[in-house]
């Protein structure tokens, strides 16, 4: 079946730093990626939807410039967290549709922590 | 064999009765989160358990965490819950990390 890894898997870095989290579609094309952050022992939260080639669509509260996402290819989604801080800290999840919009296949998830 | 297994793959109902979908696992969880997606659109959380039972509206849900399996109910299905529902778990064996079931394809016919 369709595979989506994200890198890293885990993340811890220091206040005020950016951090990169990738999200790839291994063995399909893209055309659509979403990114979900989950506080803990909360449900999942939808931030934004990318479509290859365009400005990714914000969700209503989630800040545009301190979630900054690039999708430049049909493989590839990145979530940049900018001058992060602690309360950053989540599970940050992308997942990845193709032409067919009715199935998504989701990454693993990547945990950062904001010291 | 996956760590999350979801029954059925694909369900197709009439308008009216009722819906089971269930979800089984083998990890050590400390929640269970249902989740629906409609056609085209992202992830709706529905639910978030860790025992017992919870209801919204016509949507039940139901977790037995000595049998490791959980369930979805809808009762009164409408063609509006035509959806894809998936069930996740916290897995507390690998840093809470989410693992994720296959999902369901629910279609209600009217």
């Known amino acids: 079946g369709a595979v989506v890894s994200q890198h890293p898997s885990w993340v811890i870095c220091k206040s005020g730093t950016s951090v990169k989290i990738e999200c790839r579609s291994l063995?399909?094309?893209?055309?659509?990626m979403f990114w979900y952050r989950q506080f803990p022992k909360q449900s999942l939260m939808l931030m934004a939807t990318?479509?290859?080639?365009?400005?990714?669509?914000?969700e209503q509260g989630v800040e545009k410039d301190k979630f900054l996402i690039n999708h430049a290819s049909l493989t590839l989604s990145t979530l940049t967290v900018t001058s992060a801080h602690p309360e950053d800290s989540s599970f940050y999840i992308c997942?990845?549709?193709?032409?067919?919009?009715?199935?998504?296949?989701f990454g693993p998830g990547t945990r950062l922590t904001v010291l | 064999k996956n760590e999350v297994e979801q029954s059925p793959q694909n369900l197709t109902a009439q308008e009216g009765e009722f819906i089971t979908i269930n979800c089984s696992y083998s990890?050590?969880?400390?929640?269970l989160h249902w989740l629906q997606q409609h056609p085209g659109g992202g992830i709706v959380s529905l639910f978030m358990?860790?025992?017992?039972?919870k209801k919204h509206g016509r949507l039940i849900a139901t977790i037995n965490i000595q049998e490791k399996h959980s369930s979805l109910h809808i009762t009164a299905s409408h063609p509006r819950d035509s959806a894809v529902y998936i069930c996740?778990?916290?897995?507390?064996?690998?840093?809470?990390?989410?693992?994720w079931g296959a999902g369901t394809k629910l279609i209600i016919k009217p």
């Open positions: 997942s990845a549709s193709t032409h067919r919009v009715d199935t998504q296949y």
């Open positions: 990318s479509n290859e080639g365009s400005k990714a669509t914000y």
């Open positions: 358990l860790s025992s017992g039972k």
């Open positions: 996740a778990v916290d897995n507390m064996d690998s840093n809470y990390q989410l693992i």
């Open positions: 063995d399909f094309q893209a055309t659509t």
């Open positions: 990890v050590g969880i400390s929640a």
